[in-house]
C-alpha cells in the first residue's frame, strides 16, 4: 500500500467506530517498547561485509543496526547485503552498504505509529530509541503479529478467568439469601447512552454463567424499559436489577406523567412518544409487548401524580414462577 493509499483509507469517526476489531484497537493500546525486541545484535560500521555474511548465517538474522562508538549509524538488511554479494565486495566495510537515512521509532510510541511507517515504506525493520535518543531494541512486522496474537490470548485469558470468577459469585457464601444488585440511573432524553445499561447487564449474566439466551432475553427487557425511562419520563429513572441463583428481578421506578390505560399500553403499536421521539425513530409502542415475551411475570403499578413502577421476573428454576408479590 502507498503513502496515498494509506491516505484513502476510511477516516474513523462515530459512524464508524463501531466496525473497529479488537486487533485495531491493541494497536492503540499497546506501546512499541511491549512487543519489540529488546536483546539487539548490532554491527560495528567498520565491520567487514564478509563478516556480516558470516555473522548473519550463523545467527539466522537478516538485518541489524550498525553503531559507531556505541551510537546508531545505520542499518544493514539482506537488501544491502545480497547488494555487496553481487559485485563480490565482502572486503568492504558495513559503512559502505549500510542504510544512514534511518527511520526509527521511540520506545514509547503506540504501535500503530510503526504500523503507520511500516504500511508508507519499504522498511523491513525499525530501531527503537528511548528517550534519550539511544538504541534500545528493534522492531519487525512479526514482532508486531507476534505481540498482537499475545495481547489477544491475555484478553482471552483475563476474560475466561473474569467468567469464572464471576460465576462462582455465590459458592462458599453462607446466608438465606445471596444476591448481587445492579443499579443504573437512567437521564430522560439521553438517547446517546440509551441502551448502555441493558448491554452491561447482559454482560453480566454471561459472566456469571447465564445461557446466552436467558442473556437475551434479560437484555431485552431492560432495553425497552431503559427507552421508555429516556423517551416518557419526565426527570428518568432507575433500573434495578437483583440476581439471585435461581432468579433474576429487574425493578424500573420513574416519575413520569404515568400509564392511563395499561391495557391501551400494552397493544402493539400504541405509542405517545412525540413527534419528535418518532422522528429518531424510536416510539414504535412495542417496548411493553417485547418485554412483556422475555419475561415470566411483568406488573405494571401505574400513578398518575407518582409515575410507574414496573416490576418483571425471569426465572433460572421455572418451577418457582409465582405471583409477584405486592410492595
Known amino acids: 500500500m502507498s503513502?496515498?493509499?494509506?491516505?484513502?483509507?476510511?477516516?474513523?469517526?462515530?459512524?464508524?467506530v463501531k466496525n473497529i476489531t479488537r486487533v485495531e484497537e491493541l494497536g492503540y493500546e499497546l506501546t512499541v517498547d511491549e512487543v519489540m525486541t529488546h536483546t539487539v545484535k548490532t554491527f560495528d560500521v567498520n565491520i567487514k561485509m564478509s563478516e556480516v555474511l558470516e555473522i548473519s548465517r550463523q545467527e539466522h538474522i537478516s538485518g541489524a543496526p550498525v553503531t559507531k562508538d556505541g551510537a546508531l549509524v545505520g542499518v544493514l538488511s539482506m537488501e544491502d547485503l545480497?547488494?555487496?554479494?553481487?559485485?563480490?565486495?565482502?572486503?568492504?566495510?558495513?559503512?559502505?552498504?549500510?542504510?544512514?537515512?534511518?527511520?526509527?521509532?521511540?520506545?514509547?510510541?503506540?504501535?500503530?505509529?510503526?504500523?503507520?511507517?511500516?504500511?508508507?515504506?519499504?522498511?523491513?525493520?525499525?530501531p527503537v530509541l528511548n528517550k534519550n535518543g539511544e538504541l534500545e531494541g528493534i522492531l519487525t512486522k512479526g514482532d508486531i503479529t507476534q505481540g498482537l496474537l499475545?495481547?489477544?490470548?491475555?484478553?482471552?485469558?483475563?476474560?475466561?478467568l473474569r467468567k469464572y470468577r464471576a460465576s462462582h459469585l455465590f459458592e462458599d457464601i453462607e446466608s438465606d439469601r445471596s444476591s448481587l444488585i445492579l443499579r443504573y440511573n437512567i437521564k430522560q432524553g439521553d438517547f446517546t447512552n440509551g441502551g448502555a445499561a441493558s448491554s452491561n447487564i447482559k454482560k453480566a449474566l454471561l459472566r456469571l454463567g447465564a445461557a446466552p439466551q436467558l442473556a437475551r432475553r434479560c437484555g431485552i427487557a431492560v432495553y425497552e424499559a431503559e427507552m421508555?425511562?429516556?423517551?416518557?419520563?419526565?426527570?428518568?429513572?432507575?433500573?434495578?436489577?437483583?440476581?439471585?441463583?435461581?432468579?433474576?428481578?429487574?425493578?424500573?421506578?420513574?416519575?413520569?406523567?404515568?400509564?392511563?390505560?395499561?391495557a391501551l399500553a400494552l397493544k402493539p403499536g400504541f405509542s405517545t412518544a412525540s413527534e419528535k421521539v418518532r422522528e429518531l425513530g424510536?416510539?414504535?409502542?412495542?417496548?411493553?409487548?417485547?418485554?412483556?415475551?422475555?419475561?415470566?411475570?411483568?406488573?405494571?403499578?401505574?400513578?398518575?401524580?407518582?409515575?410507574?413502577?414496573?416490576?418483571?421476573r425471569i426465572y433460572l428454576d421455572q418451577s418457582r414462577i409465582g405471583a409477584i408479590e405486592p410492595d
Open 150 to 160: 499475545d495481547a489477544l490470548q491475555q484478553d482471552y485469558a483475563s476474560e475466561e
Open 82 to 126: 545480497i547488494r555487496c554479494l553481487y559485485v563480490n565486495d565482502l572486503d568492504a566495510p558495513a559503512s559502505k552498504y549500510m542504510t544512514s537515512e534511518l527511520i526509527t521509532v521511540r520506545a514509547t510510541d503506540p504501535v500503530v505509529e510503526a504500523l503507520k511507517i511500516f504500511v508508507s515504506t519499504r522498511v523491513g525493520r525499525l
Open 228 to 262: 421508555n425511562l429516556i423517551i416518557h419520563t419526565t426527570n428518568g429513572g432507575v433500573i434495578r436489577v437483583e440476581i439471585e441463583p435461581h432468579m433474576i428481578s429487574i425493578r424500573v421506578v420513574d416519575d413520569g406523567p404515568g400509564i392511563e390505560d395499561i
Open 3 to 16: 503513502p496515498a493509499d494509506f491516505d484513502k483509507r476510511q477516516i474513523i469517526n462515530d459512524n464508524t
Open 282 to 312: 424510536f416510539g414504535a409502542g412495542m417496548g411493553l409487548v417485547n418485554i412483556s415475551r422475555c419475561v415470566d411475570e411483568m406488573v405494571i403499578k401505574p400513578s398518575l401524580e407518582n409515575g410507574t413502577l414496573l416490576k418483571m
